[in-house]
């Protein structure tokens, strides 16, 4: 049971890590606190759900392709958005950065009730990872293994993307500096179009992979913007691996955490936010400025 729901944990901090990293970045880059950013996440699921229900008749393959063509979609949407509307704002006050991200939220929140209505939208997990696999003699189902495949995959590639390529300097360079690298030369709207594109795109993978064991439901959106905020927050605004350490801490938490007392599950996670803001006011591995 024990070595199941440190799996169960590794899943959730998989998930809590993709959808927590793209936030993560938008901050440490642009200087902007994106509070729509779990709109991005439920609109990823239900398009996920109608393209696989396009294919139903193989919803493996219909998944398949959600999983491929979902995160360009919501990355496609997010670039459109920071043209039209955040570029706009990178040197405005804090409040007025985050009046169009509410009014993002009830656009969004509208259209997936007026396409999808009320209900809530669920497809089967892929037959591939229909059966469990047995671990260290415990048997785990085999999305869990597929999701933290998938999760520890993504992040090894965030990280050689962000550490060994000229673009991942310039995101470096903009993060530390941002000043300093646009009186360099850096192109600043190339450089903060290309950071949204990455973040809503990990947003994006993470509302596919969730899909078949949570479903899509209308108002998971806030859900995912409180998960994704907690994380940042533990982790220290701005840090990708603040992010990643943040989410692994958050995932072992709601898994052994439900074991103990099921009902404060949530409560567990605000009482770790507590605790390390009274240790390290910044996060984990956040900078006091």
Sequence with gaps: MLWLQFMSGLQSAAILFLLAAGLSIIYGVCHLLNIAHGSFFMLAMFLAYSITEKLSSNSDAGFLVALLVVPLMIAIIGILVEVLIFRHLYKADVLVQILPSIGLIFLAADLVRGVWGLESRSIDTPSWFSEPVAVMGAYIPGYYLFIIGTGALVSVLVWFLVNRTPWGLLVRATAANRDAALGLGVNARWMFTSVFGLSTWLVGLAGVLI?????????????????????????????????????????????????????????FVFILMAVVLLVRPAGLFGKLS
């Excluded at 938490?253 to 409560?267: D, E, M, N, R």
């Design 211 to 267: 899909l078949p064991l949570a479903g899509a439901n209308p108002g998971s959106d806030l859900d995912a913007s409180v998960d994704a905020f907690a994380v940042v927050v533990i982790g220290g605004l701005g840090s990708i691996w603040g992010a990643l350490a943040a989410a692994l801490l958050i995932g072992m938490v709601k898994a052994f955490g439900i074991l103990i007392v099921p009902q404060f599950t949530i409560a």
